[in-house]
């Protein structure tokens, strides 16, 4: 199977932020080897947080996920790497923390969909559609390479990882 590199929009959800696990999900992703090439604490708007979950517009949690999202600080991160995408997916486990398995971020700290900690995005194309929400490009730290590299990824990447 081809290995593609990749970028993906990954956010520290509010409830998070709140339980002072910030530095505990960023180094879910860290220490799987993934770049970190964007990285901010923000507050979301209301506006940007539709446009970023535009696709729920109209279920019955939008309106509680919208003020859940604006109610306190999030920290925005873009992350680069192998399938990252799918990757980091993996990482934080599936939505529902009750299904989601020991060891994944969703199953180590949360109980519940709403309260689950972590956003990650679903799809190459989501991923690129969300980072253009959050972050200008040139906020992005696009020219620097982790010196594991070559001991984490394909010798191939060794040059644009
Ligand atoms: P994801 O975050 O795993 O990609 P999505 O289906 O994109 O899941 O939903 C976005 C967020 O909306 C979820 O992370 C969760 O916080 C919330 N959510 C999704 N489905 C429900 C639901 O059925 N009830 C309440 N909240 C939900
Ligand atoms: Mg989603």
Sequence with gaps: MDRKMERTFVAVKPD???RGLIG???????????????LKMMQVDEATAKKHYAEHVGKPF???????ITSGPIVAMVLK????VEQSRHLM????????????????YA???????VHGSDSVESAEREIAIFFEES???TSWHRDT???ISQSKFENNV
Excluded: C, H, Y
């Excluded at 486990?93 to 180590?108: E, L, Y």
């Excluded at 109980?111 to 900690?117: D, G, S």
């Design 93 to 108: 486990g599936v939505t529902d923390p009750r299904q989601a398995n020991a060891g994944t971020i969703r199953g180590d």
């Design 139 to 141: 906020e992005l730290a």
């Design 62 to 68: 939008f309106d509680n996920l919208i003020s859940f």
């Design 24 to 38: 505990e999900i960023i180094k879910r992703f860290e220490r799987k080897g993934f770049k970190i090439i964007g």
């Design 81 to 84: 790497g192998i399938d990252v």
């Design 111 to 117: 109980q519940i969909m709403e309260r689950n900690v």
């Design 16 to 18: 998070a932020v709140q």
């Design 149 to 151: 590299r070559k001991w």
